[in-house]
Every structure is written in C-alpha cells, then in structure tokens.
C-alpha cells in the first residue's frame, strides 16, 4: 500500500507562484514506478493531466502550463514536486499527486486547494 500526501497549496494572486510537493510513503521501491503525475479538478470540470513524469525522465505537460510549470520528482526521498509561476486565475483548482506502476497498481493523494486571485 502505498500514501501520497500533497502539501503547498494556497491562495496567490495572479501572477504569483507556489510549489506543491507530494510526498510518498509505504511500499515503494523506485524502480517500480512507471509514471508519476500532477492532476487538477477545478468545480463543475473533469480532472485533468497537468503534468507527468516517468521513470526514465520523459515529462509531459498540458498545453495550458507549459512554459510555466515544472514537474521534479526526488527518487531518494520520494517526492514529488510542482513549481508552478506565472500563476492565472484559471489554474484555481484542487491539485492532485499520482503514482502509477509498472504492476498495474494506482495511488492518489487527497489534493491540495490552488486558488489564485485576479
């Protein structure tokens, strides 16, 4: 089993910038994670990708954040993090950490609230 748990979130102005971190603890051996990720969901929408990492360091992003957002993961202590600058008012939303691997198995963490003020 394993448990993610986001911390950072917060209310910003926009324009500003915070940076979330997901921590990871439980049965996790590195070498077994296949894809690690941020999502979002903002009320009333359907979750959605922000961007994700895999083990062998190929990075995705979301058209919307590109260029301001940028995944890192810490292997030795698991974690995981979101720099996030450049912040809009449409970036509010509950931020998500995901852990995918290669057994097929899933873990979500709780999120964390993203609220940036125009």
């Known amino acids: 089993q394993v448990q993610l748990v986001e911390s950072g979130g917060g209310l910003v102005q926009a324009g500003g910038s915070l940076r979330l971190s997901c921590a990871a603890s439980g049965s996790i051996g590195t070498g077994s994670i296949r894809v690690t990720g941020w999502y979002r969901q903002a009320p009333g929408k359907e979750r959605e990708m922000v961007a994700t990492l895999t083990r062998g360091g190929s990075i995705n992003y979301a058209d919307s954040v590109k260029g301001r957002f940028t995944i890192s993961r810490d292997n030795a202590n698991n974690l995981m993090y979101l720099q996030m600058n450049s912040l809009k008012p449409e970036d509010t939303a509950v931020y998500l950490c995901?852990?995918?691997?290669?057994?097929?198995?899933?873990?979500w963490g709780q999120g964390t609230q993203v609220t940036v003020s125009s």
């Open positions: 995901n852990f995918r691997f290669w057994v097929g198995t899933e873990y």
